[in-house]
C-alpha cells in the first residue's frame, strides 16, 4: 500500500465490504478536528441508508481495519449517510444528479455573486451548468467551486421547465 494516502488505503480497505453489503461508497474523509482525528464513511444506496446499514458495515470493516492498521494515531470512526444536501464530489455524483437541485459556492465571485442555487442542468467534462430560477445559467469548472450540494428547495419553486 506504499505511496497511497489513508484514505486510498481505508477504501481499499472496506470497499469489499460495502459492496458485499450492496451500498455505494459515496466519500472517506480523514480529518482532525481539535485534538480528535475522525474517519468518516460515507454510504448510500438505492431508497436511503438506514441505522441498520452504517450498523452493519460498522461491523464487518472494524476489525479488517484494526488488522490491518492504515492509521498510525487514534481515531473516531462515523459511517453514516451523506444526508439530503450531500456534496457531489466526483465524476458519478455530478452525473447521477443531472436535472435536481443544487447549491453551488465558486471560488471567485462571478458578476460579484459566489453562491447560486438551481437545477444543474448539464456536466461535461467538468463543467457545471446550473440553471438558476430567473431562467439565467452559469457554467463553471468544477475546479473552480468551493462546494456543490445538492438542495433541498422545491423544485416547483421554479416556474418554466428546465
Not at 77 to 106: A, W
Amino acid at each position: 500500500m506504499a505511496g497511497k494516502t489513508t484514505v486510498d488505503k481505508v477504501i481499499e480497505i472496506i470497499k469489499p465490504f460495502v459492496d458485499e453489503l450492496s451500498l455505494e461508497l459515496w466519500d472517506v474523509i480523514f480529518k482532525k478536528e481539535g485534538t480528535d482525528w475522525y474517519l468518516r464513511i460515507f454510504i448510500d444506496k438505492e431508497g436511503g441508508v438506514s441505522v441498520d446499514d452504517c450498523v452493519n458495515l460498522t461491523h464487518k470493516i472494524t476489525k479488517p481495519l484494526d488488522e490491518a492498521d492504515p492509521i498510525s494515531q487514534s481515531y473516531m470512526l462515523e459511517v453514516s449517510s451523506p444526508g439530503i444536501e450531500r456534496e457531489l464530489k466526483n465524476d458519478e455524483h455530478f452525473n447521477k444528479y443531472v436535472g435536481y437541485p443544487v447549491m453551488m459556492r465558486t471560488i471567485r465571485p462571478i458578476d460579484n455573486v459566489r453562491d447560486f442555487n438551481g437545477i444543474m442542468t448539464e456536466y461535461k467534462d467538468g463543467m457545471i451548468t446550473v440553471k438558476l430560477k430567473d431562467e439565467k445559467e452559469v457554467t463553471v469548472n468544477k475546479k473552480e467551486t468551493s462546494f456543490v450540494k445538492l438542495d433541498d428547495f422545491d423544485i416547483n419553486d421554479f416556474n418554466k421547465e428546465i
